[in-house]
T-cell receptor
Framework: DGGITQSPKYLFRKEGQNVTLSCEQN?????MYWYRQDPGQGLRLIYY???????QKGDIAEGYSVSREKKESFPLTVTSAQKNPTAFYLC????????????FGDGTRLSIL | AQKITQTQPGMFVQEKEAVTLDCTYD???????LFWYKQPSSGEMIFLIY??????QNATEGRYSLNFQKARKSANLVISASQLGDSAMYFC????????????????FGKGTKLSVIP
């Protein structure tokens, strides 16, 4: 089955620690995205990537970093500079065609210890 | 100004009845797309329906239809014959054409409407 796999499902971060959220897709999509969702809110874009080895900041990139070394993978690192990281993180991918939807993973819930 | 406005934080509907979830948008682009997603309590985002700004017909997908009124900049989702499994958050999202050249197939999301279906 084609889809997007995010891991882990739940993650806990200590003060001053960097943590990495995994996102893998086997849909052969060129574009990948990371969103943050806070309780009762919509999704806000953190980073996106249209092709391998290229990525762009979204609306709330501060305190986060990404890499795109392979088409299938787009990991997100939440750095210690992100002072309020507790949120639900969703990864998505899409074809680079304007009328095609983004497909989402099941999300990672990050909490502070 | 918000690009996507969903004015109904919560809605209730009786099972088997139809319900309309409101979405208004703000863009100066001529070419854009509107998407609706469903998010159950488990968290995954499920794509429901798409409407392009140049599409002449309102989009339909099974029990879902999109009431697209371009002049009013509204793209309301209509769910017919509601089922208990329709209880979820529903998000309206927009892809603006102008940003596509800047490398963006990215979406801007509204804050969502929580739909509860009553037996």
């Amino acid at each position: 089955d084609g889809g997007i796999t995010q891991s882990p499902k739940y993650l806990f971060r200590k003060e001053g620690q960097n943590v990495t959220l995994s996102c893998e897709q086997n849909l052969n999509h060129d574009a990948m995205y990371w969103y943050r969702q806070d309780p009762g809110q919509g999704l806000r874009l953190i980073y996106y990537s249209q092709i391998v080895n290229d990525f762009q900041k979204g609306d709330i990139a501060e305190g986060y970093s990404v890499s795109r070394e392979k088409k299938e993978s787009f990991p997100l690192t939440v750095t210690s500079a992100q002072k309020n990281p507790t949120a639900f993180y969703l990864c998505a991918s899409s074809k680079r065609v304007s009328n095609q939807p983004q497909h989402f993973g099941d999300g990672t819930r990050l909490s502070i210890l | 100004a918000q690009k996507i406005t969903q004015t109904q934080p919560g809605m209730f509907v009786q099972e088997k009845e139809a319900v309309t979830l409101d979405c208004t948008y703000d863009t100066s682009d001529q070419s854009y797309g509107l998407f609706w997603y469903k998010q159950p309590s488990s968290g995954e985002m499920i794509f429901l329906i798409y409407q392009g700004s140049y599409d002449e017909q309102n989009a339909t997908e099974g029990r879902y239809s999109l009431n697209f009124q371009k002049a009013r900049k509204s793209a309301n989702l209509v769910i017919s014959a509601s089922q208990l499994g329709d209880s979820a958050m529903y998000f309206c999202a927009m892809r603006e054409g102008r940003r596509a050249g800047a490398g963006s197939y990215q979406l801007t999301f509204g804050k969502g409407t929580k739909l509860s279906v009553i037996p």
